[in-house]
């Protein structure tokens, strides 16, 4: 799954399976409040695009966060990570 934003033309588009679905503009600020709550960490994160299997999350730049590993819970009782989890999954069935 590839979630598309552009400021520029308010657009956010979903990709998924080789289908693209348009989703609703006032979508990604809740998607962007959900996946920054968790801690991004640089120097887990890769430079090459994942071979192996997982969730990854790519911002823009050129780094690769995998879930759990270079994409942490910020407090050890947070449960931000099954938030975005759940997230993704619900953009994908909408």
Do not use: H
Not at 39 to 46: G, K
Not at 70 to 90: Q, Y
Request: a neutral charge; proline letters at 2%; aromatic letters at 10%.
């Amino acid at each position: 799954m590839e979630l598309k934003a552009s400021f520029a033309n308010k657009t956010f588009i979903l990709v998924n399976n080789g289908e693209t679905k348009k989703l609703d503009w006032a979508q990604l600020q809740k998607v962007m409040d959900t996946v920054y709550k968790a801690e991004f960490i640089e120097d887990n994160a890769s430079e090459a695009r994942p071979v192996k299997s997982g969730n990854y999350i790519s911002a823009g730049g050129d780094l690769w966060y995998q879930m759990g590993v270079a994409v942490v819970e910020p407090t050890a009782k947070s449960k931000e990570l099954a938030k975005i989890e759940s997230l993704f999954t619900s953009l994908t069935l909408r």
